[in-house]
């Protein structure tokens, strides 16, 4: 029996799974790589599983599905169609750990899946515990299953915790470079464009989350998530803009010690701590020099300009459903914006009203959150029409 780990990799043709299959690449010996699935990139999805030979692969547009199977099945690597199977995939007993790289919303019930059938889970989808982080923790609990972040800032509050986990935490300090509008007023942010927000100036990342980002809406899905991943509480979580992203995220101790991890803007040593822990693997991965970042600045979000960020507070704080709604109205927005049919201070505006008329509910359950994700799309996009 191989004693190499086999990854199944949620969303093999992003941002994440591509740079996942960089680094499982780098390590022949540690990984292979057991599923590949995609939403639509198949012609991707294809070149990948012939390259890595996964037992299987999932294409969920299942309009791509015969043109998969054609070049794929005389490889002997089996080729599966929609969403259920994305779900259903997750259960091979073939599986030792699940990283989960789909957008948005849809990686809620396949992680749900992993984690029933104890599969470890490195985690690059924050919305699945930004909507239902109590739930999915509770679940880990019961089943014995670790959560491994993979979002650069979470996996830097990991690695300060390392050895430490026997201390309690005063406070972590999440950082946010600030995107391509820091600084910005109102008044310039009300006529920007799609062009110009998806140019982050450190990370190269997929559209919604370069949106995100440039709303700080990404910041503000990260706060929740880290209060489910971590254990904490809203008033245990800072975020201070730090925008040459060297700095990834700081934990302070009850003794007023500050650890902090850095290093170059490289998501391959997140994703690699993630598959790797508690080992760390030697990589080729460029190094951070101090004598080429002389200055590293810090300063506090504006939360009156972006208010993405200040809402998602709200929203943890808030509870229950809250941030399933302020998320899944982030979502319509979002796609809206790229869309052009919205303005990028109107995407904000929009969360707000959906936080105000969607139905609250203190202590859901799944369901609650599938019905509450739903609603909440509906009622974004008729808003949305209204201002056509």
Same mark, same amino acid.
């Given at each position: 029996?191989?004693?190499?780990?086999?990854?199944?990799?949620?969303?093999?043709?992003?941002?994440?799974?591509?740079?996942?299959?960089?680094?499982?690449?780098?390590?022949?010996?540690?990984?292979?790589?057991?599923?590949?699935?995609?939403?639509?990139?198949?012609?991707?999805?294809?070149?990948?599983?012939?390259?890595?030979?996964?037992?299987?692969?999932?294409?969920?547009?299942?309009?791509?599905?015969?043109?998969?199977?054609?070049?794929?099945?005389?490889?002997?690597?089996?080729?599966?169609?929609?969403?259920?199977?994305?779900?259903?995939?997750?259960?091979?007993?073939?599986?030792?750990?699940?990283?989960?790289?789909?957008?948005?919303?849809? #990686?809620?019930?396949? =992680?749900?899946? /992993?984690? @029933?059938? *104890?599969?470890? %889970?490195?985690?690059?989808?924050? +919305?699945?515990?930004?909507?239902? #982080?109590?739930?999915? =923790?509770?679940? /880990?609990? @019961?089943? *014995?299953?670790? %959560?491994?972040?993979?979002?650069? +800032?979470?996996?830097?509050?990991?690695?300060?915790?390392?050895?430490?986990?026997?201390?309690?935490?005063?406070?972590? %300090?999440?950082?946010?470079?600030?995107?391509?509008?820091?600084?910005?007023?109102?008044?310039?942010?009300?006529?920007?464009?799609?062009?110009?927000?998806?140019?982050?100036?450190?990370?190269?990342?997929?559209?919604?989350?370069?949106?995100?980002?440039?709303?700080?809406?990404?910041?503000?899905?990260?706060?929740?998530?880290?209060?489910?991943?971590?254990?904490?509480?809203?008033?245990?979580?800072?975020?201070?803009?730090?925008?040459?992203?060297?700095?990834?995220?700081?934990?302070?101790?009850?003794?007023?010690?500050?650890?902090?991890?850095?290093?170059?803007?490289?998501?391959?040593?997140?994703?690699?701590?993630?598959?790797?822990?508690?080992?760390?693997?030697?990589?080729?991965?460029?190094?951070?020099?101090?004598?080429?970042?002389?200055?590293?600045?810090?300063?506090?979000?504006?939360?009156?300009?972006?208010?993405?960020?200040?809402?998602?507070?709200?929203?943890?704080?808030?509870?229950?459903?809250?941030?399933?709604?302020?998320?899944?109205?982030?979502?319509?927005?979002?796609?809206?914006?790229?869309?052009?049919?919205?303005?990028?201070?109107?995407?904000?505006?929009?969360?707000?009203?959906?936080?105000?008329?969607?139905?609250?509910?203190?202590?859901?359950?799944?369901?609650?959150?599938?019905?509450?994700?739903?609603?909440?799309?509906?009622?974004?996009?008729?808003?949305?029409?209204?201002?056509?």
């Amino acid at each position: 029996m191989s004693d190499k780990k086999r990854v199944a990799i949620l969303g093999s043709t992003g941002s994440i799974g591509t740079q996942t299959l960089d680094v499982i690449k780098s390590h022949p010996d540690k990984f292979e790589v057991e599923v590949l699935t995609a939403q639509n990139n198949c012609d991707l999805l294809i070149q990948q599983a012939l390259e890595f030979k996964p037992n299987c692969v999932v294409i969920v547009n299942e309009s791509h599905y015969e043109k998969v199977k054609e070049v794929l099945l005389p490889q002997d690597i089996k080729v599966y169609a929609g969403e259920k199977a994305l779900s259903q995939v997750v259960e091979m007993d073939s599986i030792d750990v699940v990283l989960t790289a789909l957008v948005g919303y849809s #990686g809620l019930i396949p =992680t749900i899946k /992993a984690i @029933e059938n *104890g599969k470890q %889970i490195a985690l690059a989808n924050k +919305e699945t515990l930004v909507v239902a #982080g109590e739930l999915v =923790t509770k679940l /880990a609990r @019961e089943k *014995g299953v670790n %959560i491994y972040p993979v979002d650069s +800032e979470h996996s830097a509050i990991f690695q300060c915790l390392v050895g430490e986990f026997h201390n309690p935490i005063e406070k972590i %300090i999440l950082t946010a470079s600030g995107g391509p509008f820091r600084g910005k007023d109102r008044k310039f942010l009300a006529s920007v464009t799609k062009e110009q927000a998806l140019k982050h100036p450190n990370w190269d990342m997929g559209a919604k989350i370069t949106i995100d980002s440039a709303s700080l809406m990404n910041k503000g899905l990260e706060v929740i998530e880290a209060k489910w991943l971590f254990g904490l509480k809203t008033e245990q979580i800072d975020v201070i803009v730090h925008p040459q992203s060297i700095v990834h995220s700081l934990v302070q101790f009850e003794d007023g010690s500050i650890k902090a991890q850095l290093g170059l803007p490289d998501m391959r040593i997140p994703i690699q701590f993630a598959l790797s822990y508690p080992d760390r693997y030697k990589s080729d991965f460029p190094r951070f020099n101090f004598a080429q970042y002389p200055n590293l600045t810090f300063e506090q979000p504006d939360m009156e300009t972006f208010q993405n960020l200040r809402l998602a507070f709200d929203a943890l704080e808030k509870g229950g459903n809250a941030p399933c709604i302020l998320n899944a109205a982030n979502e319509i927005v979002v796609a809206a914006f790229l869309r052009d049919e919205v303005g990028f201070l109107e995407m904000s505006d929009l969360i707000a009203a959906a936080l105000d008329e969607v139905k609250f509910i203190s202590q859901p359950k799944l369901g609650d959150f599938v019905e509450t994700d739903r609603l909440t799309r509906i009622f974004t996009e008729e808003l949305i029409k209204r201002k056509k």
